[in-house]
C-alpha cells in the first residue's frame, strides 16, 4: 500500500508527525506538505507564482518533501512531479482544530484531501478538537483505526472522508457517527486595531455557536464526544435544485429572454 500524506498547519506540525506514525508501517509513505501553515487556505493553488520544494528531515525523524505553496498545490506537486509513484491513498492531517459545519470549505486540510480526490485517489481528512493539551497520539489511534476500516470497504475513485475526533480532556471517544456537515452559520466577528499610522485593521476571530443548532451532524457528533464521518464529493452542483430549475422551465425561460433581447 501507497500513502501520501499532507496537512494544512505545515510540515513542522505536531500533527502531521501524528498522522505518520500512526500509517508509517502499512506501507510506502510519503510526506509531501507546506513548509509553512496554510489554515483556512481553503483549496487555493498557485498559479500566480512558482513553488519550491526541499527535502528536509522532520523532527529527526522522518524524510518529506516540503513545499511553498498550500495542501492543494503539495498534492498535486506530488501527484505530478515529486512522486514516482500513484498513490492508493491520500490522508491530510492531523489538523489542529475540528473541521466541521463551514469551516470544510475554509479547510486546507479537507482540501488536500479533496486534491487527491480529483485525482481519482481515495482520500481521508482528520481534524482534532482543539484543547488545552492536544493529544495527537490518542488522534493517531483514531486516524489509523478508521483508515485500516476505509481500506478494507475498498473505496471507489474519488471518495473522500471528512474526519472530525473530538478532544480526549475527558476520555476517549464515546463512538462514531457517520452524519452530514453542518450548516449552522460560524459567530464571526471582527477585532479592530490600527496600524501605527492611524488606520484600522481588522482581524477575523470567530467560534462554532454554544449548542448545535442542527442535531445529527459533524458538529453535533463532536459536542456530543463521538467521531465524525462526513463523505465528501467536490461536485458541487446542487442536482435536486437543477431538476427543480428544468422542471420550472427556467431554460425555456431563459431561451425566451435571449431571444427578445437579440
Ligand atoms: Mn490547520
Same mark, same amino acid.
Given at each position: 500500500m501507497r500513502i501520501l500524506v499532507t496537512n494544512d %498547519?505545515?510540515?513542522?506540525?505536531p500533527g502531521i508527525k501524528a498522522l505518520y506514525r500512526a500509517v508509517r508501517d502499512l506501507g510506502e509513505v510519503e510526506v509531501v506538505a507546506p513548509e509553512t501553515s496554510q489554515s483556512a487556505g481553503g483549496h487555493s493553488i498557485s498559479v500566480l507564482s512558482p513553488m519550491m520544494a526541499h527535502r528536509v528531515h522532520v523532527h529527526s525523524e522522518f524524510h518529506a518533501w516540503s513545499v511553498d505553496g498550500s495542501p492543494a498545490d503539495c498534492v498535486k506537486l506530488a501527484m *505530478?512531479? *515529486? *512522486? %514516482?509513484w500513484r498513490p492508493d491513498f491520500v490522508l491530510s492531517g492531523i489538523n489542529a482544530g475540528v473541521n466541521t459545519a463551514i469551516n470544510v470549505l475554509y479547510s486546507g486540510t479537507v482540501a488536500g484531501a479533496i486534491e487527491g480526490a480529483c485525482f481519482g485517489v481515495p482520500a481521508m481528512a482528520f481534524s482534532l478538537e482543539l484543547s488545552d493539551h492536544l493529544d495527537f497520539d490518542g488522534a493517531g489511534s483514531v486516524a489509523r483505526s478508521l483508515f485500516l476500516e476505509f481500506t478494507r470497504t475498498r473505496p471507489e475513485p474519488g471518495v473522500c472522508l471528512n474526519v472530525n475526533i473530538p478532544k480526549f480532556d475527558k476520555g476517549w471517544p464515546r463512538g462514531t457517527r457517520v452524519v452530514p456537515q453542518a450548516v449552522v452559520p460560524m459567530q464571526d466577528r471582527y477585532h479592530v486595531q490600527h496600524d501605527p499610522r492611524g488606520n484600522p485593521v481588522y482581524w477575523l476571530d470567530g467560534e462554532m455557536p454554544?449548542?448545535?443548532? %442542527?442535531?445529527?451532524t459533524d458538529l453535533a457528533a463532536i459536542y456530543e464526544r463521538f467521531v465524525s464521518i462526513t463523505p465528501l464529493r467536490f461536485?458541487?452542483? %446542487?442536482h435536486k435544485r437543477m431538476a427543480e430549475m428544468a422542471a420550472v422551465g427556467w431554460p425555456q425561460a431563459f431561451e425566451r429572454i435571449e431571444a427578445a433581447t437579440r
Open positions: %498547519d505545515g510540515i513542522m506540525a *505530478l512531479k *515529486l *512522486l %514516482d454554544e449548542h448545535p443548532v %442542527d442535531s445529527g461536485d458541487l452542483t %446542487d
